[in-house]
């Protein structure tokens, strides 16, 4: 093994002094992976994310993870993850697209065992005739199997989300899984500035004895494998438990709010949100945002920005107070269902005054020209 | 009812009472503690808890595989506070061994379950509890289903970041702590009891 100083997660966050590279959003993956203190890594390739459980299986190879192996398919691996991180290690593995789809059982399991799996998604079409090209669809059928989600907009984000969510989901009071999104190929496969810490330091291990439900390490008796089933029964106790245990999901995750708080800097980025036309996005849909409202204040109309960074939980009471004041909302995405703007309409107290659109799907690009023509229709 | 007028109170609260978290009780800091959902600093809830232990008619502690298991360093020493708690308090102590659910039947008289609490606290007339030693997802599973179909109070102390799902907790729960509301309960014992 490589030999690595351990360091306060708050310093390798915010303190150590960190060098600038240019890099690919998959390159970035690697190195977080690297300063993670990862047990285990398992991985199936799938495009788009093939590239970062490569380059994660070279570090392994370097003496950077203890185990890393490639499993017969997408559900083996989200399983065999699940088998890990009840056995009380740090794991990471990625997928994307139909992976996602494929492994999908295994993601509402991971969260009602309370597993703390960080896992990469790198986005991708899900359609016949089949895709390969950007798309985050996979999103939309992602939100409601308990996990946490984030959704990274450049490889900064992705290499600091990654490293910050090993601590995030390992909190006792959280300890479900949380996913990293990115857009596939648009941070995946192109480089950019990423600040990176020194690799000879690393997280704290994972101390599974903080766990909010027993290892599978046989210390309590009697011997049992997995959570206990309470399932064979048809009867209201038993249905109580069921509903009890799923309720307690759901609030692990509304407090990992203040962590994201603390490592993160809060569930939402905001810009002018006093203006009367808000773009609210998030992933790249952001980026392109972000230029279309440098382009609109150029030509005098006064746009503000809000960025969704996380999903699950959703910045609810944020999007309520800072959709307040707008007079129309745009939400751009890169996807044909409209997710983003059902979950933000359902936070806001007027949401008539969203423009849900515009979107592209398939593998296209959105110029910023297209959000900004939304912006001019709706200033005239 | 609104996220902020949420209180986490005895019940019978109803058929599926919500998660305090969901209803945006969050946990407190490091030395609070939370009272019915609203964060107080340790020394109030101390003395809350020794109050409503020594009001009790039945109290009743539930220790938990944290500190029935002499698993690790320390846990005899904190299993033995807790028992000295218990002397002091006059409280019955009905163990939770384990989470497995009990098929056919508990026997509530000897045990308690997370998965059904209510039988062991119907069948004992148990109106204070204190939850001790419990891992915090079986410990916040178990004081919803107490909040939903019992009027039992609920104490939870924690060795992590406490639980919003009962009436009074303690976080960061050390042996120090336990002695320490132990003194507590003695001083007050004269005035209340």
Same mark, same amino acid.
């Given at each position: 093994m490589i030999t690595q100083r351990i360091v306060e997660p708050e310093y390798l966050f915010f303190e150590a002094p960190r060098e600038k590279v240019?890099?690919?959003?998959?390159e970035a993956v690697r190195e977080a992976i690297k300063r993670a203190n990862v047990d285990m890594a398992i991985s199936y390739p799938i495009t788009p994310q093939s590239e970062s459980m490569h380059l994660v299986g070279d570090i392994f190879a370097e003496g950077y993870l203890k185990e890393y192996f490639r499993g017969e398919s997408e559900f083996a691996v989200m399983s065999a993850v699940a088998g890990a991180s009840m056995g009380g290690v740090r794991v990471f593995t990625a997928t994307g697209g139909p992976g996602t789809l494929r492994a999908f059982e295994n993601f509402p399991t991971w969260a009602g065992a309370r597993l703390?799996? !960080?896992?990469?998604?790198?986005?991708?079409? !899900?359609?016949?005739?089949?895709?390969?090209q950007p798309d985050t669809i996979e999103m939309a059928f992602m939100l409601d199997t308990g996990i946490m989600m984030l959704h990274a907009e450049t490889a900064q984000d992705l290499y600091d989300m990654i490293l910050t969510a090993f601590i995030i989901t390992e909190q006792t009071d959280v300890h479900i899984p949380m996913g990293i999104f990115v857009d596939g190929f648009f941070v995946t496969h192109s480089r950019d500035n990423v600040e990176i810490a020194a690799e000879d330091i690393k997280l704290p291990p994972y101390n599974p004895y903080n766990s909010p439900v027993p290892v599978m390490d046989m210390e309590n008796v009697p011997i049992r494998q997995m959570r206990d089933p309470f399932v064979m029964k048809s009867n209201f106790i038993s249905y109580a438990a069921h509903a009890s245990w799923q309720q307690e999901i759901l609030a692990a995750s509304e407090r990992a709010r203040k962590h994201i708080h603390k490592y993160l800097g809060g569930l939402v980025e905001t810009d002018n949100t006093d203006a009367d036309i808000l773009v609210v996005a998030s992933g790249t849909a952001f980026s392109q945002s972000r230029e279309a !409202?440098?382009?609109? #204040?150029?030509?005098?109309?006064?746009?503000?920005?809000? #960025?969704?960074?996380?999903?699950?939980?959703?910045?609810?009471?944020?999007?309520?107070e800072m959709t307040r004041k707008a007079k129309t909302v745009i939400i751009p995405e890169f996807n044909r269902v409209g997710w983003l703007c059902r979950e933000v309409k359902s936070a806001m107290a007027a949401p008539e005054k969203v423009l849900g659109g515009p979107r592209v799907f398939g593998g296209m690009t959105m110029p910023p020209e297209l959000i900004l023509a939304e912006i001019r229709r709706c200033s005239a | 009812? %609104?996220? %902020?007028?949420?209180? $986490?109170?005895?019940?019978? +609260?109803?058929?599926?009472?919500?998660?305090?978290? %969901?209803?945006? $009780?969050?946990?407190?800091?490091k030395g609070e503690s939370l009272v019915e959902g609203r964060v107080v600093t340790e020394e109030e809830a101390l003395r809350k808890i020794a109050e409503k232990l020594l009001t009790a008619k039945n109290p009743t *502690? *539930?220790?938990?595989?944290l500190i029935l298991w002499n698993w690790k360093n320390g846990v005899a020493e904190r299993a033995a506070a807790i028992k000295e708690l218990a002397e002091t308090v006059g409280a019955k102590i009905i163990p939770m061994p384990d989470y497995r659910?009990?098929?056919p039947m508990i026997n509530p008289d000897i045990e308690i379950n997370p998965n059904h609490p209510n039988l062991t606290i119907w069948h004992n007339k148990i109106d204070v509890c204190l939850f001790v030693g419990v891992h915090c997802h079986y410990a916040n599973m178990a004081l919803k289903i107490i909040r939903g179909g =019992?009027?039992? *109070?609920?104490?939870?102390?924690?060795?992590?970041?406490?639980?919003?799902?009962?009436?009074? =907790?303690?976080?960061? $729960? =050390? $042996?120090?702590?336990?002695?320490?509301?132990? +003194?507590?309960?003695? =001083?007050?014992?004269? +005035?209340?009891?």
């Open positions: 240019f890099i690919t959003g998959s703390p799996v !960080v896992c990469a998604f790198m986005t991708r079409g !899900v359609n016949s005739p089949l895709t390969i !409202v440098a382009m609109a #204040r150029r030509e005098g109309i006064d746009a503000g920005l809000l #960025r969704i960074k996380s999903l699950r939980p959703f910045p609810t009471e944020e999007v309520k | 009812m %609104s996220k %902020s007028a949420y209180r $986490v109170l005895a019940g019978p +609260e109803g058929y599926l009472p919500p998660a305090a978290a %969901s209803m945006g $009780v969050m946990l407190p800091e *502690f *539930f220790p938990g595989p659910p009990k098929y =019992t009027d039992c *109070f609920t104490i939870a102390l924690c060795g992590e970041a406490g639980h919003e799902d009962a009436m009074i =907790t303690l976080r960061d $729960v =050390t $042996v120090a702590k336990i002695k320490q509301l132990n +003194e507590i309960i003695k =001083t007050l014992m004269g +005035e209340i009891r």
